[in-house]
């Protein structure tokens, strides 16, 4: 079972709750969570656990061979991402910019741009006893998020059996990469604040998994603030609303100090019950 | 000696654009011939990645030998104009074309 934890926009508590739901699932059966915010990973400021395993993560790229160009152009006309161009004589790949869609190198009348492995990142394992957490982290510099998101889905579908359950904190926004985080995913949890802004984002959001045709449900983060538009909306839409995380001093000053919260207030590990019993409901009619 | 500089318009009166790879427009002078010209650049507004780069190609195409902007090229575009040799020099913004000029010759930029 893969569950992402999504959101339109960034700081609206998507960490907070992956972090809590997978611990907290964790207390009775195996959990991966996996931080996919590859750009600025932040959940393992909440995770104690060991490092486990460690490697580097590739992605192809062209190199010139100067021996070989004819200097024709072509390259540099193929590219969508401007990351193959022609100065004068000299033919400069931008490895930060490449997709590695192989188009050039293909496309290449003389094979002077054979595409050769370039590191982007590195993935890091951690375990603390039934939580496993994960964390990409693309160097500094590169811009690709897709390609590393997409190797890290790999690894954890080959190094996790099916029964365990993964959690995946998707990045913030609703663009290529959190589409990659999203695409295997069984269920979504969409966060929101009950704002203008969170609304605005939210709608952006449900139409991005409607377009997946995604299961889906919504997560109320700060409840009490701003309006009843986001309430009224779910209901209207028949998106199911799994939880209403109360807008509460006490879950904001453990947030801050990097604790969980589910283990000191009762209010928060109610709601966190009620995601898990929907998912549970998900996971018996899916069998 | 042909200078360029990123603009929001064509004439000496246009306000300078701050940003390197998304700038409006190329505006160059040729000191020489006393001539202005400009390229239009807003296409890059379609590109969602890679205006640096692709900006500073075209400006390699041009071929001045000094670049006046405001914030400064990023890293990939800053990759690229190293390779050109073109002189850059940054800092102008909230000002004119001509402004930027009369700074740069008083060795003000
Ligand atoms: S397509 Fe190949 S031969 Fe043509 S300019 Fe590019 S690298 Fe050179
Ligand atoms: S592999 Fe694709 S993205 Fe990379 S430089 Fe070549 S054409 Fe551009």
Same mark, same amino acid.
């Given at each position: ?6 959101s339109?926009?960034?700081?609206t508590g998507?960490?907070t709750l ?5 611990s ?40 010139w ?21 022609q100065l004068?004589?000299m ?13 050039? +190198? &293909?496309?290449c009348?003389?094979?002077? #741009?054979p595409? %050769? =492995? ?7 394992e ?21 390609p ?9 579908d ?26 295997d ?11 203008p ?12 998994m409607?377009?997946?045709d ?15 538009d986001?309430m009224?909306y +779910? &209901? ?5 609303? #799994?939880a209403? %995380? =109360? ?41 | ?16 654009d ?19 010209t400009?390229?239009?650049n807003?296409?890059?507004?379609k ?8 900006t ?10 000094v ?18 040799g ?13 402004e930027?000029?009369?700074k740069y ?5």
């Amino acid at each position: 079972m893969k569950i992402a934890i999504a959101s339109g926009k960034g700081g609206t508590g998507k960490t907070t709750l992956s972090s809590n739901l997978a611990s907290y699932l964790a207390e009775h059966r195996e959990v991966v969570l996996t931080d996919m915010d590859v750009e600025e990973p932040n959940s393992g400021l909440f995770i104690q656990a060991d490092l486990k395993h460690e490697e580097d993560k590739f992605k192809m790229v062209p190199q010139w061979v100067e021996d070989k160009c004819t200097l024709c152009g072509i390259c540099q006309k193929v590219c969508n991402f401007h990351a193959v161009i022609q100065l004068g004589t000299m033919i400069m790949v931008l490895p930060e910019l490449c997709h590695g869609c192989y188009a050039c +190198s &293909e496309l290449c009348p003389e094979s002077a #741009l054979p595409m %050769i =492995p370039k590191k982007m990142g590195k993935l890091i394992e951690f375990r603390s006893d039934n939580l496993h957490f994960i964390e990409s982290r693309l160097d500094i510099g590169e811009e690709q998020a897709v390609p590393l998101i997409r190797q890290t889905r790999n690894y954890i579908d080959k190094t996790f059996p099916d029964e365990v359950i993964k959690i995946y904190d998707a990045p913030p926004g609703t663009s290529c990469p959190v589409i990659e985080v999203t695409k295997d995913a069984d269920f979504v949890i969409l966060i929101t604040e009950p704002t203008p802004f969170g609304f605005h984002d939210l709608k952006l959001a449900v139409e991005t998994m409607r377009k997946l045709d995604k299961s889906f449900g919504v997560v109320i983060n700060r409840d009490g603030i701003g309006n009843n538009d986001v309430m009224d909306y +779910s &209901e209207a839409e028949k998106i199911p609303l #799994l939880a209403k %995380i =109360p807008n509460d001093r006490i879950i904001a000053e453990f947030y801050s100090k990097g604790q969980l919260i589910y283990k000191e207030v009762p209010a928060f590990r109610h709601e966190l019950d009620g995601i898990i019993a929907y998912i549970k409901t998900l996971k018996d009619l899916k069998q | 000696m042909k200078i360029a500089f990123t603009t929001q318009g064509t004439t000496w009166n246009s306000a300078m654009d701050p940003r390197f790879g998304r700038t409006e427009f190329l505006l160059m002078y040729d000191e020489e011939k006393d001539e202005l010209t400009h390229y239009d650049n807003r296409d890059t507004a379609k590109d969602a990645h890679g205006a640096g780069p692709k900006t500073a190609q075209k400006l390699f195409e041009l071929n001045p030998e000094v670049l006046i902007t405001g914030n400064g090229p990023g890293g990939n575009a800053a990759a690229v104009l190293e390779k050109t040799g073109i002189k850059i020099i940054v800092g102008a913004t909230d000002m004119t074309a001509q402004e930027a000029y009369d700074k740069y010759k008083k060795g003000e930029l």
